[in-house]
């Protein structure tokens, strides 16, 4: 899956010794944590207007109100280092005033770093259980780290076409489920090198099975742009045989393993090399590629997606995802 980097500027507050957080503080930031979940939307587009290039310090904001009335603001912001890390800090306008009013206490990023150790994390990016997906490119994954960090399920790459299997796979596979976090495996889709019968055959050989064990996610298909001839991106195969190839792999896959696979693609390989199928959508879950901040449209026949891969970099370890629904919605996933 493709890899790419990003940037992002920061700037340094000063550092303010403090040895420890005053009992005020402490209070502050309790009486101050139910209202962080809130307030997690409007820190979103507030980060996202940072980055598309908004003034870094704008005028006090109102966020919708909730349904006990009240409204919650964000009046202060700032993108502070701690430990070599860049953080954007975003706080809630009640322990914001505490915090100022709070002679004992300066803002500097000590401060902050025991506030927010304290407060629950403001949210960031897609909401619903984070994921990643991983392969040989990344090696020593540490998966009880991607879990502390958040993770709650790992895809892992374990084949592609009748040929290849990953040295890294067995390791991936059991390190995700030793640190507790539900796995799947995927295969690597080559439509121009043997039949999808075959490729299914050997997926399943290799590391595709599915059980009915509450921690096995579905297998899934890798399907996107020939990464070996970029002139031809549906790897000179005609639409009706694309359509053809991708039911025989998933007939087999059904026929072993007793699950259909989620069918990783973007909307444009799949409307360009399917032909806008809508074949497949009652039927199989959609893992959708869009790095583009949303989902956007998506392939056609799906309504929604089920897993979206939203950007190759971030905290955990290779491609981040995110499961559309709750967690108990992500564990009956797993069962079919």
Not at 65 to 84: A, E, K
Request: glycine share 10%.
């Amino acid at each position: 899956m493709p890899r790419a980097g990003s940037s992002t500027r920061t700037e340094t507050l000063p550092e303010v010794p403090v040895t420890s957080p005053s009992a005020t503080l402490r209070r502050a930031v309790a009486s101050s944590s139910a209202h962080a979940a809130r307030v997690a939307g409007a820190g979103v587009r507030v980060m996202r207007a940072i980055l598309a290039g908004a003034p870094t310090a704008p005028p006090r904001a109102e966020e919708n109100r909730t349904n006990r009335g009240h409204i919650y603001r964000f009046v202060d912001m700032s993108v502070v280092t701690l430990g070599g890390i860049p953080v954007l800090v975003l706080l809630p306008g009640g322990l914001m005033r505490r915090l100022r009013r709070t002679r004992s206490v300066l803002l500097g990023p000590a401060v902050l770093a025991a506030a927010l150790s304290t407060t629950p994390a403001l949210a960031a990016g897609p909401q619903g259980p984070r994921g990643h997906d991983v392969s040989a490119h990344q090696e020593a994954v540490d998966f009880r780290q991607a879990r502390t960090d958040g993770a709650r399920f790992t895809y892992v790459k374990a084949t592609e076409s009748t040929s290849y299997r990953s040295p890294s796979f067995r390791e991936q596979y059991d390190g995700a489920a030793k640190a507790g976090l539900l796995r799947g495996a995927y295969h690597f889709a080559l439509p121009d090198r043997s039949s999808g019968t075959a490729q299914a055959a050997f997926f399943v050989r290799n590391g595709g099975d599915w059980r009915p064990d509450g921690r096995t996610l579905p297998p899934a298909l890798d399907l996107e742009a020939n990464p070996y001839d970029s002139a031809h991106k549906c790897y000179g195969v005609s639409k009706a045989k694309m359509r053809a190839w991708i039911s025989d792999f998933s007939d087999e896959t059904l026929r072993l393993t007793g699950r259909r696979p989620m069918l990783y693609t973007t909307a444009h390989w799949w409307n360009t090399c399917t032909g806008n199928s809508t074949a497949f959508a009652r039927t199989h879950p959609l893992w959708l590629a869009n790095w583009a901040g949303s989902p956007g449209p998506l392939p056609a026949g799906w309504t929604y997606w089920t897993v979206w891969q939203h950007a190759v970099k971030g905290p955990l370890p290779g491609d981040q995802n995110v499961f559309n629904g709750s967690a108990a919605d992500l564990e009956r996933f797993t069962d079919g």
